[in-house]
Antibody
């Protein structure tokens, strides 16, 4: 069965960076895009961008272009998102999702809560 | 960016009732619309894609309809396990955007 296992919760200081992981299993990793979605305050959802694990091609929401960097490691079927220059506005739950192409999201990771605090 | 406006923001309904949630896009999205259900403390789950196609394993009491800029999610015969927040999402254009969510509670 398809599973996306995300790394554990992170507490990070303002100005620092954090790298989140998303390990995929139960399907051919290179056949589907991995998207990342931000959920603030347990309410609204924002699309950050996607990476094509086969080619490494990325497509970012303009809003997150200077904030997020998406990469993959095909040898371990793992996708990563690095968030840089963290502020309190980056405190949120972040999900990785499997994308049906670049379209909708058919499987989601369990989410990881990032808290930015000194 | 395409703006997705959901209504109502919250609603309360009784078991067995029929519920409708609306999603309005700021421009024509040509049925490139998905609906997700998010239960408290859980990840969102895909219910509907292409505006009216039911994802595998989703109960048939859920259905989607609409075209152009106006879409809706219908839940027939509301069950207790349907208590959740529902989101619409467009994938006609980048960036992908979501509605603000509709919180469904039991009356």
């Amino acid at each position: 069965q398809v599973n996306l296992l995300q790394s554990g919760a992170a507490l990070v200081k303002p100005g620092a960076s954090v790298k989140l992981s998303c390990k995929a299993s139960g399907y051919t990793f290179t056949d589907y895009y991995i998207h990342w979605v931000k959920q603030s305050h347990g309410k609204s959802l924002e699309w950050i961008g996607y990476i094509n694990p086969n080619s490494g091609y990325t497509n970012y929401n303009e809003k997150f272009k200077s904030k997020a960097t998406l990469t993959v490691d095909k040898s371990t079927n793992t996708a990563y998102m690095e968030l840089s220059r963290l502020t309190s506005e980056d405190s949120a739950t972040y999900y990785c999702t499997r994308g049906w192409g670049g379209y909708y999201f058919d499987y989601w990771g369990q989410g990881v809560m990032v808290t930015v605090s000194s | 960016d395409i703006r997705m406006t959901q209504s109502p923001a919250s609603l309360s309904a009784s078991l067995g009732e029929t519920v409708n949630i609306e999603c309005l896009a700021s421009e024509d999205i040509y049925s490139d619309l998905a609906w997700y259900q998010q239960k408290p403390g859980k990840s969102p789950q895909l219910l509907i894609y292409n505006a009216n196609s039911l994802q595998n394993g989703v109960p048939s009491r859920f259905s989607g309809s609409g075209s152009g800029t106006q879409y809706s999610l219908k839940i027939n015969s509301l069950q207790s396990e349907d208590v959740a927040t529902y989101f619409c999402q467009q994938y006609n254009n980048y960036p992908r955007t979501f509605g603000g969510g509709t919180k469904l509670e039991l009356k």
